[in-house]
């Protein structure tokens, strides 16, 4: 039998690998190896672990999402905790996943102060997103960590699923923000960043956020 240690494989940007048969106690001892100062992110269910190297392309995107989630929690005046990509993990239902930016909305005070996170007694993030990358293993994860939102960017289209009995559906709205229409809008922005720049697309972002909540404002 060959073992390999972690530092002998290569991800790169773009890519991922798939490590299957992978118990609990194996699963946390990759994650104490890779440590907390890394690019790759982690998605562990049912014995496999996925590891995946961001393309730089993910991390420019990601971060506009992410901002853009901020916007519309400051414009509407909404109060949340954003926890990043922070490790979210379970040892009875043996799931782990890290998403690129996640946010604590509904349960935002318990998490006020927190640094680190016990699933066992703390909520999952209320909203929580990926971009270009959820697999089935992600997938998987996010549902039985009982996420009750999770945003998936694909091709720079924004995908909505919903916590239902269980199971994710496809929503064309988004429960946070009922109000807009944040599939055309994360979509548009994220689309108008490559030409006009990331700090031009946010401002008109913003705007947009104010100009609906104008229009839908009792």
Known sequence: ????????LVVNPGQRIELQGVNWNEFEAILEELGDRR???IAYSNGV?????????????????????????EELD????????????????????????CFYIENY?????KRRLDLSADPPPD?????????????????????????????????ISVLQDGQYQEASLSPH???????DGISEFLHRSQTEGRSQALK??????REWSQNVAP
Not at 1 to 8: A, D, E, I, K, S
Not at 53 to 61: A, G, K, Q, R
Not at 204 to 209: I, L, T
């Open 49 to 73: 672990l996925e590891l995946r190297m961001p393309s730089p392309e993910h991390e420019v995107d990601k971060e506009l999402i992410g901002d853009m989630v901020k916007i519309l929690l």
């Open 127 to 159: 909203l929580a997103i990926e971009v270009d990358v959820t697999s089935k293993t992600g997938l998987e994860a996010y549902q039985a960590l009982g996420v009750p939102e999770l945003w998936r960017v694909e091709e720079g289209k924004l995908r």
């Open 39 to 41: 690019a790759s992110r």
């Open 109 to 113: 005070a318990v998490m006020i102060g």
């Open 177 to 183: 923000f009922p109000k807009f229409p944040i599939i």
């Open 1 to 8: 039998m060959v073992t390999l240690q972690l530092r002998q």
């Open 204 to 209: 008109a972002f913003r705007q947009w956020v």
């Open 78 to 101: 909404i109060n949340n905790e954003c926890f990043g990509s922070t490790t979210f993990k379970r040892q009875d239902i043996a799931k782990g996943v890290e998403p690129d930016q």
